[in-house]
């Protein structure tokens, strides 16, 4: 059977898991002829890469048009998802200290402040859009105060965001509006960067500016202005974008189960696991880029030096190998290796804070909404490089 897999196409934007199962049992190491790239679907060889960095470097970018350009420098984008061991490892030290367990848990109160900052003027209505006017403004909030963000760029910053991932179908190059939209972005951040040395405060970015990285040499220097500015817009933009699709992805998931939703009002505690399934169930993030660095051969197919390389974590999430009855949306689903924030050194530095937001806004939409409908007709999902979920989410709430 031939089996093809366009990253770029209407199939891969609405629905790709009927084109996943074919990958991972027909192909699962997929090369594609028309794009000349090669894409893992089956989890454990999404896992294997994943872990390999000295095959599959990350320092060549993450989306197609990076991974195939000649002139893509990352020691240009100091970001750290762009970096590999032993920078990788200093720099990831710096970031953390502000992702621990207690760090995170103490912003508790300030994200369900701001969860009912938007759902409380949503009460006495009986018809609105749970992504548009809530799921897509709120956790852009969250990060940003945590970097200490003033409060009106904001949302700007979201829609930056949502502006530089976004793709045409069948284009695999980025835009000219993506294009201004990170310039934007990255001159913003080196702006604010600048202004918060001579404005310190309470927040992440004046904790990088104070923090020294070691060099190579052993000895202890500072972050650059650029550094912190590339460390705070990954951030931003990773902070903004995996919940909204997450929460647009678990209301439709739950009206399509209502027997998982009735679970979750009987028992509160079982929100954690209704965030990891869905997170297993429609990843947020449905594949990471590398570039292969040598040859590697996997199931019989040769993976060429220097080619894109796409981990396929929404395909690996459904693997039968892996996850009994794949398809089917269970919140009492047994703990498994979680690879839907990434996995292996590039595990997502805001995992947790992920988590939490999420667990709290369901906690709070099943308080306020214990019986919602989703409009079908009127779903709306997005278009972008490997982000999916869901722009419009329109429900009824009684």
Known sequence: MTVDFDPFSRDFFDDPYDTYELLREEAPCFHSEKWDFYAFSRFDDVVAVHRNTKSFTSTHGLTYDQLISPEFAATMNRSIIMMDPPEHTRYRKLVSRSFTPRAIG??????????AEYLDPLMDRSEFDIVGEFAGPFPVEVICAILGVPKPDRQMIRHQTDAMLTREEGQPLGSAAQAEAAIDQAVYFVDFVADKRLHPGDDMTTALIESQVETDDGEFVSLSDHEIAGFCSLLAAAGSETVTKLLGSAVVAFDDHPGEWAKLLEDGSKVYGAVEETLRYRAPSQYQGRLSVDETQWHGVTVRA??????????????????????????????????????????????????????????????????????????????MSNVAGYSKVPISVS
């Not at 103490?106 to 969860?115: C, E, F, G, R, Y």
């Not at 390389?309 to 269970?330: I, M, Q």
């Not at 995992?351 to 709306?380: C, H, M, N, T, Y």
């Open 306 to 383: 220097g080619k894109p390389v796409f981990l396929l974590t929404g395909a690996a999430n459904h693997d039968p190998r892996e996850y009994k009855d794949p398809s089917r949306f269970d919140i009492d689903r047994p703990p498994r290796l979680a690879i839907g924030f990434g996995h292996g050194i590039h595990n997502c530095l805001g995992a947790a804070l992920a988590r939490l937001e999420s667990a709290v806004a369901l906690e709070e939409i099943a308080r306020r909404w214990p019986s919602f409908s989703v409009d079908k007709d009127g779903l709306e999902r997005v278009q």
């Open 106 to 115: 103490a912003h508790k109160p300030m994200v369900s402040d701001l969860i």
